[in-house]
């Protein structure tokens, strides 16, 4: 197998990483669960506010109104659609809701040659997961309404501190479904889904092969020459 690599795509602008910090700080102290915060967020605070002059710092209460953000808001869209001849209706439906049966999983990593993991990491792994995007194929057959056949063809998966990092995993489309920008389509959804929750730092780790196929995302491999540090178990 050949080794991954990894790739990201960074918010490169020092004052919204600044800016950043501080918002996580005062998230923080919003919760009231740990004092001991509260100087240093006042501190980010005034060089937020540029009022860090002659080596004094004017603290600057937080405002009191903001609000804890929420996770990603669950959605459903049809990609693609197709109407056959006899009635039947075909259609290719992305959501984010975290609607995935480990099993089909388990048979999709399959048909994409991926190792098998056990099920219960698998469902760990995706009720972890900041968000989860899926490919469904959705069969509508004339004179059954109501009665669908749905089928997974497409995942992936993305974890994150909720504030400035995040990480996209196991993305993968059934080979059958493969050349037709489904891969493209579900993983730039996601890459907008984490930017507007302000999340500017995005990486994933990719095979050799697929590593083009990432760069035309806007990805980039050993982005000013940062290097992904792998540590395994030796036994």
């Given at each position: 197998?050949?080794?991954?690599?990894?790739?990201?795509?960074?918010?490169?602008?020092?004052?919204?990483?600044?800016?950043?910090?501080?918002?996580?700080?005062?998230?923080?102290?919003?919760?009231?669960?740990i004092k001991g915060f509260r100087l240093?967020?006042?501190?980010?605070?005034s060089i937020r506010s540029g009022i860090?002059?002659?080596?004094?710092?004017?603290?600057?209460?937080?405002?009191?109104?903001?609000?804890?953000?929420?996770?990603?808001?669950?959605?459903?869209?049809?990609?693609?659609?197709?109407?056959?001849?006899?009635?039947?209706?075909?259609q290719i439906i992305f959501s984010s809701?975290?609607?995935?049966?480990?099993?089909?999983?388990?048979?999709?990593?399959?048909?994409?040659?991926?190792?098998?993991?056990?099920?219960?990491?698998?469902?760990?792994?995706?009720?972890?997961?900041?968000?989860?995007?899926?490919?469904?194929?959705?069969?509508?057959?004339?004179?059954?309404?109501?009665?669908?056949?749905?089928?997974?063809?497409?995942?992936?998966?993305?974890?994150?501190?909720?504030?400035?990092?995040?990480?996209?995993?196991?993305?993968?489309?059934?080979?059958?479904?493969?050349?037709?920008?489904?891969?493209?389509?579900?993983?730039?959804?996601?890459?907008?889904?984490?930017?507007?929750?302000?999340?500017?730092?995005?990486?994933?780790?990719?095979?050799?092969?697929?590593?083009?196929?990432?760069?035309?995302?806007?990805?980039?491999?050993?982005?000013?020459?940062?290097?992904?540090?792998?540590?395994?178990?030796?036994?």
């Amino acid at each position: 197998m050949s080794t991954p690599i990894g790739l990201t795509i960074k918010d490169k602008t020092r004052n919204q990483k600044i800016c950043l910090l501080a918002t996580w700080l005062r998230r923080l102290l919003s919760t009231r669960k740990i004092k001991g915060f509260r100087l240093m967020a006042n501190f980010w605070e005034s060089i937020r506010s540029g009022i860090l002059k002659n080596n004094a710092i004017q603290i600057v209460e937080p405002a009191s109104t903001l609000q804890e953000e929420e996770d990603p808001v669950p959605e459903e869209f049809v990609l693609v659609e197709k109407s056959h001849p006899d009635g039947e209706v075909q259609q290719i439906i992305f959501s984010s809701g975290g609607d995935v049966d480990v099993y089909e999983l388990q048979a999709l990593c399959d048909k994409v040659g991926w190792p098998r993991r056990p099920l219960s990491k698998l469902a760990t792994a995706l009720q972890n997961s900041y968000m989860v995007a899926a490919l469904h194929l959705v069969r509508k057959l004339p004179d059954q309404e109501g009665n669908e056949e749905k089928k997974l063809i497409g995942m992936a998966r993305a974890t994150s501190d909720h504030a400035f990092n995040a990480t996209i995993w196991d993305v993968l489309v059934d080979p059958s479904y493969q050349g037709q920008g489904l891969g493209k389509a579900m993983v730039e959804k996601m890459i907008r889904t984490l930017l507007q929750r302000d999340i500017g730092n995005i990486t994933l780790f990719a095979d050799s092969k697929v590593v083009e196929f990432y760069q035309n995302l806007g990805f980039e491999p050993d982005p000013e020459g940062i290097k992904g540090m792998f540590w395994y178990p030796r036994y």
